[in-house]
Structures are given as C-alpha cells and as structure tokens.
C-alpha cells in the first residue's frame, strides 16, 4: 500500500477511526378418478431418485481432495527474480512455530504470505496480509505486522487438531487467531495491515475470509468463476487490522480525529465448491491495482491449455485426468517447476511490467480517473506484489471432466 498521498492524490492510510458493525413444496396435480377394476398405476421415479441420491452422497464421502501450492512476489522498487522470488510449498515440510526473524522472511517488501498444512490432513490454509504503508510516517515499520501476521497464522493453522477440544478450524477464526497473537507480541507497538485468509478442506468445501482490498480469484475451466470484492471506506482506504498505541489514542482524543481499527468479525466470508482443475489465486493489491480479472485468466489459461492440463475440445474444455504430472516436481535435487509455482511467477511478472507501464491504464489507473478525474493519472501502481496459487486435484475421480462453453 502506498503512503498518504501519490502523485497529488490523497491516499488516507489510517486517520479516521471506523468500527464497523456488523452486518414450498410443490403440490401434486390429483389423479382423475379410476374405475376400480383397474390396476393402479405407480411410478419408480421417486424410487430411482432417492436411490441416484444415496449414490452421489456416497461418492461425494468417498472424494478426496489434495491441493498443491506456491506463491511468487517482488517487493517495490526491487527487480523481479523468476528464479529466487518464488515459494514452493511442500506440506511435509515443519511449519515454525514462532515468527521468522526478518533475516528469514520472503523478498516480498510490506506484503506478506503463508500457506500451510492444516494439522495432519490434506486440507491447506493459506493467505496474503499487506501492510498499511502508511504507517511509515509515524516510524513504524509495516512489515512487522503483516509478516508476524502471517507467521503466527501459518503455526495456528499447522497446530490445528481436529480432534480436540477446539471447535473446527474456519477462515475467521484462523484470522482472528493470528491477529490476537501479534496483539500479545510484545516486540510489535503499532501497524495494520490488510488479510485475505483461505481453508481449502480434504473435501473440496473452500472457506475464504477477505478483510481490506488484498483478495482472489477461482477460475474454472477457462473461465472466471466467482471472485471477491474489496472492502474499502473510501477510496484507498481499505479495511485494515490495526495495533494503534496508546499515545496515538490519547492524541487523538485531545486534538480530534482517530485511528482505523476493523478486526477479523468486519471480513467478509464466502463458501465454495471446488472442482478438479480449479485454480485460486490470492494477491495482494499490487497485483489487483494493475491487473485484471481477465488478464489473470488470459495468464492462467494460456500456460494451463499450453502444458495439456486443460484441453480444448469442440464441447468445451476437458480437464486432465491426473494433474500431479504438472504439480509435482521430476527432480528434487533441482530448483523444482511446477505448474503452481509457473502461473504464480507468471502472474506476478505480469503484476511487475504492468505495475511499471506508464502508458497502459490498469484497474487501478481506472479508478483514480472515477474519483479524481483532474489528476490525469496514467499507467500501472508501483507497489510490493505477492501471489499465492493453488491447483485443485481430485483423487478417484471419473476419467474426463468436461465443461461446456
């Protein structure tokens, strides 16, 4: 996120204090009367249904899900590196279970990220936190909260038991955790920072908490299929978890004004259906103020119809049977490629050169023009980016899974 104003816009990071509140059957027509020495009729259809169902619940309790994941990022004013800014997740893999020192964190600048095994099952958690640069001007480094954030989300998520005393696991709460831990962290007095949380479960049920304008996309066979919208107050001024210090508080009290403070209850939360060959991708604002929804799928689609994954056909689009021939790496001595970690780095140099055309007008040029057409601003948004993408593969699967167009 950009500080308070660019290119004479003002770009309000945190100065008005905002709590926000939440926010028959179908009748028979009467057979006509019969003669009595007739048969009666009957119909099996009822029969047959009840049977079709039992089926497909069976069917459906027998699916199983498995996710595979990689992010890519680039911080601002820093050159993109396909090769080293990018993340292969590995679910074997130990989660810590305290934050990184900032030696270790991801190249990724204000923005943060996290994917991580959900306890010992095949469901993941993953998400993007973006720090509120507006913090900058008061000393505070934005960073600190958005990585922390994410570190200590990662360990929640890695630590869940589902048989314990703990009620489940859901995006909400994954997010909530998080926040009321780098709440306690003693080494951080002050920041914000935007969240788009992600539970993708062994049976294919999607949970996604949005709070603020970082957020996703789900495309499906070559198409977009449901994405989310930003949470804004006013214009760059997104919803945004905050650790407002106590000085700030009291100034604010004497002298007018306050701080923005939403919490994880003001997210938005949807539910979805995942299908074998989705795709999700999770960004930061970095990718979003200067890419659009079409340019993701142009992205995606191209490498997916590319590599054989998805395949074009005269009734639609085919999705391939086994996808774990493009999402698992050949040799593990090597830097592994796969086909998350190829679309997520796709997407993010796509994110870098339009963040740095000063000719192309992005969503994020589109808007500045809305609400402040005397600017004459033009171009891309130079910001941090960071993406996370997910394939979805569905074990015990029918052999095609077709859709039409």
Not at 327 to 344: F, G, H, K
Request: with cysteine; net charge neutral; charged share 20%.
């Amino acid at each position: 996120m950009l500080s308070k104003t660019h290119n004479g816009i003002p770009l309000n990071p945190i100065i008005a204090c905002i709590r926000h509140q939440a926010r028959p059957p179908r009748s028979l027509t009467p057979l006509s009367q019969q003669r009595k020495h007739r048969t009666r009729a009957f119909s099996l259809q009822p029969a047959l249904r009840s049977q079709e169902a039992q089926t497909q619940k069976q069917a459906e309790s027998t699916r199983k899900f498995t996710y595979d994941a990689a992010s890519s990022f680039s911080a601002k004013y820093k050159k993109f590196d396909p090769a080293s800014n990018v993340f292969h997740f590995n679910p074997y893999n130990r989660i810590q279970t305290k934050k990184r020192p900032k030696s270790k964190r991801p190249a990724s600048g204000q923005d943060a990220f996290f994917i991580s095994r959900v306890g010992d099952t095949n469901a993941i958690a993953f998400g993007i936190a973006d720090g509120v640069g507006g913090w900058e001007d008061s000393g505070v480094d934005p960073a600190d909260f958005s990585h922390s954030f994410c570190d200590y989300m990662a360990s929640a998520a890695y630590e869940h038991r589902p048989d314990s005393s703990e009620s489940s696991l859901t995006a909400r709460s994954l997010m909530q955790k998080g926040y009321d831990d780098v709440c306690r962290d003693g080494t951080i007095h002050a920041g914000g920072s935007t969240a788009s949380v992600g539970i993708a479960g062994e049976d294919g049920k999607l949970e996604v908490a949005n709070l603020g304008d970082s957020g996703f996309v789900h495309l499906r066979m070559n198409a977009v299929h449901s994405y989310s919208e930003p949470q804004t107050h006013a214009f760059n001024t997104p919803y945004q978890l905050s650790i407002v210090p106590a000085s700030m508080l009291a100034r604010a009290a004497v002298f007018g004004g306050a701080q923005l403070c939403d919490y994880p209850k003001d997210a938005d939360v949807t539910q979805h259906t995942l299908k074998h060959g989705d795709i999700l991708v999770f960004a930061s604002d970095g990718v979003w103020d200067n890419l659009f929804n079409q340019d993701i799928l142009r992205i995606v689609s191209r490498l997916m119809v590319g590599i054989g994954a998805w395949r074009a056909s005269e009734g639609g689009i085919l999705v391939a049977d086994n996808l774990k021939s493009y999402t698992q790496a050949e040799d593990s001595t090597q830097r592994p490629l796969t086909l998350q970690s190829a679309l997520a780095v796709e997407i993010a140099g796509a994110a870098k050169v339009a963040s740095m055309n000063q000719r192309a007008d992005g969503p994020f040029a589109k808007e500045v023009q809305k609400y402040y057409p005397q600017e004459n601003w033009h171009g891309g948004k130079v910001d941090d980016i960071c993406v996370v993408v997910v394939v979805v593969s569905e074990d015990g699967k029918p052999d095609m899974i077709k859709s039409k167009l």
